[in-house]
């Protein structure tokens, strides 16, 4: 297993376009979470899922985000017409249940609107 | 809800001692975590102690608590440039639960 995969590594998109980042755990790991982190910040929680059932969302996660985990595999996490304010780093990690060892982050995929 | 605040700069010498100090609000996290980040990586997970415990050490590493100040230090022994990067504190309730970040530490380390 080489960890947690994210793709892709950098996108730049034009205002008000939509984007979509994609998110693959380790294997054996039944929960994910999506993060957030701008320059100088701690990760910010957005969202996890155990299987395919999302269980908790952020209030930073407006109506223009949605992330999506449809055979508790692989997660999408989609942002519709994006803004300035959504240029960041989009942490995902995972972890198996009951993982007290911490979770295991992805590499994350930075988003720049212009 | 939990917030988790930190230091945000920190610089030592090569060789000596680091401390990194960390406070957080919700008396229920039952999970305190440390992370670091170098540049352009990701986040790698350093160490975790429970909150039932007082002191963890880990090789270079020691973690103290102190629950009732709810209060959590990280001490790197022997500081080495290796080390320099951002050391981020973090708090959960339960080990599956989402995990608070506090804004992070620079460590700066002079040679």
């Known amino acids: 297993d080489t960890g947690v995969s994210q793709n892709p590594r950098h996108k730049i998109t034009k205002r008000g376009q939509n984007v979509t980042f994609r998110c693959d755990p380790i294997?054996?790991?039944?929960?994910l979470y999506w993060y957030r982190q701008t320059l100088g910040q701690g990760p910010e929680f957005l969202t996890y899922f155990q299987n395919e059932a999302q269980l908790e969302k952020s209030r930073l996660l407006s109506d223009r985000f949605s992330a999506e985990r449809p055979k508790g595999s692989f997660s999408t996490l989609e942002i519709q017409r994006t803004e300035q304010g959504d240029s960041a780093m989009y942490l995902c990690a995972s972890s198996p249940s009951g993982g007290r060892d911490g979770y295991t982050f992805g590499s994350g995929t930075r988003l720049t609107v212009v | 809800g939990e917030d988790v605040e930190q230091s945000l700069f920190l610089s030592v010498r090569e060789g000596d001692s680091s401390v990194i100090n960390c406070t957080y609000t919700?008396?229920?996290?039952?999970?305190l975590y440390w992370y670091k980040q170098e540049p352009g990586a990701g986040l790698q997970l350093l160490t975790y102690i429970f909150s039932n415990m007082d002191m963890k050490q880990d090789q270079r590493l020691t973690v103290l608590l102190n629950k009732k100040d709810k209060h959590l230090s990280l001490r790197i022994a022997d500081t080495q440039t290796g080390d320099s990067a951002i050391y981020f504190c973090?708090?959960?309730?339960?080990?599956?639960?989402?995990?608070?970040f506090g804004p992070g530490t620079s460590l700066s380390v002079i040679p």
């Open positions: 294997s054996e790991h039944n929960r």
């Open positions: 919700d008396s229920s996290s039952t999970y």
């Open positions: 973090a708090a959960s309730e339960t080990s599956y639960d989402k995990v608070i």
